[in-house]
């Protein structure tokens, strides 16, 4: 038990930082586009898309397709780091629990 505990422990940690790069690269991808652009919105719309679509898109509908890709890549990037972070802190519970 306590060695399955470990290595699930440690793959969810690698799992977590591969998702985290994968993530880095799509997001920097369209981050650059408008950047260059110089499409502009504050960050609390990042996690509301509704906001995104009623005031941001409206401004610039030629990289709606760039604006959406960034805010749902970055909204998927949290919501898996905050799934495996609980992963990775009930499996270290449970670990410390029966050790």
């Not at 586009?33 to 030629?62: C, H, R, S, T, W």
């Amino acid at each position: 038990m306590y060695t399955i505990l470990v290595v699930s422990i440690i793959g969810f940690v690698v799992v977590m930082l591969f998702v985290n790069i994968y993530f880095r690269v799509k997001v920097m991808k369209h981050y650059k586009i408008l950047v260059q652009n110089k499409v502009e919105f504050p960050a609390k719309y990042i996690l509301n898309k509704k906001k995104i679509e009623e005031e941001v898109l409206p401004k610039y509908p030629k990289f709606e397709k760039d604006i959406l890709a960034f805010c749902n890549n970055i909204q998927n990037s949290v919501q898996m780091a905050s799934v495996l972070i609980a992963l990775i802190t009930l499996f270290g519970a449970v670990l410390m629990y029966y050790r």
